[in-house]
């Protein structure tokens, strides 16, 4: 592979933002600052270069399988277009979180399968890393055998632990904020007549393909073996255990659900719901995830608390894709612009901690020795920013407008 160097960018380091050129060759970054010496030279002063992100958590691939509700479109196709979006929004390492629920449709085990089998035939013709988050419904005995599948695999999954069902059972007086540990008994478990849960059920059956009546028998039967759930956590938390497996617990309203995963190996708390929860993941020293949407916009579309004020204080380390890729970049604009933190100390959300949490210790940062994942930008002062480059591992992964000689970024 031809050597390259990106020459005379605002250069994203850990600690410091400075104007700098990098070289990389063989899938690598290997020097900083270093003579061109035969390389390639890409001319990028006026430009931003940064880390590339490294997404573990995205289910925007979701909007490809099914475009419309109850539309499917071949897996493959799917897959492929939401590779190309990966890498044209910066994104050099994504985690799909795949929902292995009960229900039928989109987020059965029997999609899950066809996801996965697709992944491994395309492994080859993708640009970005694509990476599973196995995102379990633990009342869905039926996908172990895909999770072991897929725990097996060459390629290291991360394991999520979610319990929709019981959220969806919540009884309307309890805020979702309030909703407790999910094993809690006796449970607060809404009238199956309520009008709010009815209307519920229409949205959730669309997505199933089945009729309002037929998901509720199917939610009645799930919620029938309750009692087995803890049985099934501890199987395949101990599978995950053993294949040292990055553990994530999805959606944890109360301390006690925390401290319950955590007993059995799960490091990282995703979208806690309340402080309470932020402050003793915290205390225990626990990765915390929050979407990427949510800092985006100003706050969470759910109620729970806002990106922006966890990370000043302290209680976010990650910003993840959630429901829509752009707002990786687009978090750091917004968080930036309100002065959160310095553009360094912010960039660290999306691109080192995330690796850290996942045990990829060879990307995240740009420093000598680590994997070439890049992301050129063209961000004038005072206007949104647009990729214009990705490298992953040193490959070029998407490109857009020739680079012309800019004026220097505000950064």
């Not at 993708?126 to 005995?141: G, K, M, P, S, Y």
């Not at 309030?178 to 007549?193: C, H, I, N």
């Not at 089945?210 to 049985?231: K, N």
């Not at 100390?345 to 070439?372: E, F, H, Y």
Request: net charge neutral; glycine share 8%.
């Amino acid at each position: 592979m031809t050597a390259e160097l990106i020459e005379g960018a605002r250069v994203i380091l850990e600690d410091r933002i400075e104007t700098a050129s990098v070289r990389i060759e063989d899938g690598r970054i290997t020097g900083i600052d270093v003579a061109r010496d035969g390389a390639a030279v890409i001319p990028a002063r006026g430009r931003l270069l940064a880390p590339a992100f490294v997404d573990i958590h995205g289910d925007a691939f979701e909007r490809q399988l099914m475009p419309r509700p109850g539309v499917m479109v071949p897996v493959e196709t799917a897959l492929l277009e939401t590779d190309r979006q990966l890498a044209a929004n910066g994104i050099a390492t994504a985690y799909h979180a795949l929902t292995l629920s009960w229900e039928p449709g989109l987020r059965s085990v029997d999609t899950g399968w066809q996801v996965v089998r697709a992944l491994e035939r395309l492994r080859q013709r993708l640009t970005a890393d694509n990476r599973i988050q196995l995102r379990w419904e633990t009342f869905c005995h039926e996908a172990e055998p895909l999770i072991a599948h897929v725990l097996s695999g060459a390629d290291r999954p991360a394991l999520a632990f979610n319990d929709h069902t019981t959220s969806m059972l919540l009884h309307p007086d309890v805020p979702v904020q309030d909703r407790p540990f999910d094993q809690a008994d006796p449970y607060p478990v809404t009238s199956f007549e309520a009008p709010r849960f009815l209307k519920k059920m229409q949205d959730q059956a669309r997505r199933a393909h089945v009729s309002p009546e037929e998901y509720v028998a199917l939610l009645t039967g799930v919620w029938s073996r309750r009692a087995e759930v803890p049985a099934h956590i501890a199987r395949v938390s101990a599978l995950a255990l053993a294949r040292n497996v990055p553990m994530l617990s999805h959606d944890d309203s109360q301390a006690e659900t925390r401290g319950y995963y955590r007993g059995l190996g799960v490091t990282v708390a995703e979208f806690p719901m309340h402080e309470r929860v932020f402050l003793a993941a915290r205390e225990a020293g626990d990765h915390i995830v929050l979407g990427a949407p949510n800092a985006m916009r100003g706050g969470s579309h759910l109620g729970s608390p806002g990106a922006a004020g966890m990370i000043a204080r302290g209680l976010c380390d990650i910003l993840a894709s959630d429901y829509f890729y752009p707002a990786m970049l687009g978090a750091m604009v917004r968080l930036h612009a309100d002065r959160v933190a310095p553009l360094q100390s912010l960039w660290k959300l999306v691109s080192l901690n995330p690796a850290r949490a996942m045990g990829l210790t060879d990307r995240g940062r740009i420093a000598p020795g680590q994997r070439a994942d890049l992301l050129l930008l063209d961000w004038p002062a005072g206007q949104a920013p647009a990729p214009l480059r990705t490298w992953v591992s040193g490959r070029p992964g998407y490109s857009a407008l020739p680079l012309l000689p800019q004026p220097e970024p505000a950064f």
